[in-house]
C-alpha cells in the first residue's frame, strides 16, 4: 500500500516539472497550465487538431476542420477531435521551409496524427503557444491518410445566396441556396447585421414565425449531401441583443430526403455572450457516422424569445470504424481538465459514474445535452460508462 501511495504522489508530482527531454513529453494541458514558465527546448506532445488564422478585435480566428488555409501554425490538443480552442496549443513553425512542409492546406495528412514538437513555451498572439520548433517526431504507428478528404460539405453562409419569403416580415424566413446545399429557413433569416453572432459577414438567425411568437424557428436542407454522415460541427450564439437569455437547439438528421428526423440532440445549451469575441459562440461537434443521403435540421428549442445564431456548419463523410477508430471514439466521451472531468455530448446520452481508488460511488453523471464538468481535487479515478471504463488523472 505504501508504494502504492508513493507511485501516485510521484505521478500527480509529476504534472508540475518542466519536460526536458523527448522520452518525458509534457501533455497540451501541461504545457498550457506552464504557459508562464518561460521553459525553453520543452518537447510537447499531442494530435493535430487545426491551424490559427489571426487575433482581432479580442477574437480568435481558426480552423478545427476543413477547409484550411495553409498558415504557419497547427493547433495541438490532448485528443484528436477536440474542438475547444482554450484547450488547444498554438504551434507556430519559423521560417518557409517548415511552412511548406507542414501547412495543413499542402499537408492535410498530418491532420489528427499524433505528432511531438520541442520549443519554447511563449504566448502566440495571446494565446498559449510553443514557439521557436527545433525538433518534432511523428509517432511510429501513425498511417499518414488523409482525413480532410472525408470533408466535403461546408456552410459558412458567405458565398451563396438568400432570397427572403417576405419583404415586410424577416422571420417569414426565405431559401439559401449555399455550395454545398440549399437550406430552407422558417422563422428565421440571413443574419448579417452588426448585432448578428458570425464568423466573417453572415450567418443563420433562428427565433419565432412572427419574430417574438408564432412557430420556432428552424432551417433544414432541402438537398441530400451523398456519402453519409460522420461528425456534423457548428458554432452557434445567441443573438447579441438576446446575450442575457438561456437558449437551446435541436439537431435532426435525415436518411429519407426529409420525410423523417432522426435526433441528434434535442436540447443543446447555446453559448451566451458578446457578439465581437470568441465568447459569443461555441463550437459544437457531434459523431454521428450513419451511411446514405443525408439532409440536416436545427429547430429553436426553448421557449424564450432569444434569437440564435448558427454559422460554419461543418459535416464530414460517413466513415467505416476500424479498431483504431473505435478506440479514438472512446475518449471522446469525457476530457480531464484543470479542475477536474469534463463529460462530452454524444449521439446518445449515457452515464458516467467516477471512482477514487477506494471504489466508492464519488460521482454519477447523465448526460444527454450539453456537456458536464465535474470538480475535483487531485488524485487517480476511474471513470466507468457504456463506451468502458479508464483510468484518469486529474492533476
Known amino acids: ?35 508562464n514558465s518561460g521553459a525553453t527546448a520543452v518537447w ?15 477574437k480568435y480566428f481558426y480552423a478545427v476542420a ?18 475547444d480552442f482554450k484547450r488547444c496549443l498554438v504551434v ?9 512542409n507542414f501547412n495543413l492546406e499542402e499537408n492535410p495528412e498530418y491532420w489528427q496524427k499524433e505528432m511531438a514538437f520541442c520549443g519554447n513555451l511563449q504566448s502566440y498572439m495571446s494565446a ?13 504507428g501513425e498511417t499518414l491518410e488523409d482525413e480532410t478528404l472525408l470533408w466535403n460539405f461546408y456552410e459558412d453562409a458567405e458565398d451563396g445566396s438568400y432570397i427572403a419569403s417576405s419583404s415586410s416580415s424577416i422571420f417569414a424566413g426565405g431559401t439559401y441556396a449555399g455550395v454545398d446545399a440549399t437550406w430552407s429557413i422558417v422563422g428565421g433569416t440571413y443574419g448579417n447585421s452588426s448585432t448578428d453572432n458570425k464568423w466573417e459577414s453572415a450567418s443563420f438567425r433562428l427565433r419565432y414565425t412572427e419574430g417574438a411568437s408564432g412557430e420556432k424557428g428552424a432551417m433544414f436542407m432541402t438537398t441530400d449531401k451523398q456519402n453519409g454522415v460522420g461528425y456534423v460541427r457548428f458554432w452557434a450564439g445567441n443573438y447579441k441583443d438576446d446575450s442575457a437569455l438561456n437558449s437551446a437547439l435541436a439537431i435532426y438528421y435525415s436518411l429519407d430526403g426529409g420525410r423523417q428526423w432522426i435526433a441528434i440532440d434535442e436540447n443543446m445549451s447555446v453559448k451566451r455572450g458578446n457578439t465581437n469575441t470568441n465568447n459569443g459562440m461555441a463550437e459544437y461537434a457531434y459523431l454521428v457516422n450513419v451511411e446514405g443521403n443525408v439532409r440536416l435540421k436545427f429547430v429553436k428549442a426553448d421557449n ?23 478506440v479514438e471514439y ?46 475535483m481535487p487531485r488524485g487517480i479515478y476511474v471513470v466507468k460508462s457504456t463506451f468502458g471504463a479508464e483510468k484518469v488523472v486529474v492533476y
Open 1 to 35: 500500500m505504501k508504494h502504492f501511495l508513493f507511485l501516485c504522489a510521484l505521478v500527480l508530482c509529476s504534472f508540475s516539472v518542466v519536460a526536458q527531454s523527448e522520452s518525458t513529453p509534457l501533455s497540451v494541458s501541461q504545457a498550457i497550465a506552464q504557459q
Open 128 to 140: 498559449s503557444g510553443l514557439k521557436s520548433i527545433s525538433d518534432y517526431r511523428l509517432y511510429s
Open 330 to 375: 472512446k475518449t471522446t466521451w469525457y476530457q480531464t481538465i484543470k479542475v477536474g472531468i469534463c463529460f462530452l455530448p454524444t449521439t446518445h446520452s449515457y452515464e458516467a459514474i467516477v471512482y477514487p481508488i477506494t471504489g466508492a460511488v464519488m460521482h454519477r453523471v447523465v448526460l444527454s445535452g450539453a456537456e458536464q464538468t465535474v470538480t
Open 304 to 326: 424564450t424569445s432569444a434569437g440564435i445564431n448558427i454559422d460554419n456548419i461543418h459535416i464530414s463523410d460517413y466513415k467505416a470504424p476500424t479498431s483504431i477508430d473505435r
Open 92 to 100: 507556430q513553425f519559423p521560417g518557409s521551409a517548415l511552412v511548406d
Open 44 to 58: 510537447v506532445r499531442g494530435y493535430v487538431v487545426g491551424e490559427m488564422h489571426n487575433y482581432s478585435n479580442s
Open 66 to 83: 476543413p477547409p484550411f488555409q495553409g498558415t504557419a501554425t497547427f493547433l495541438l490538443a490532448d485528443t484528436p477531435y477536440e474542438h
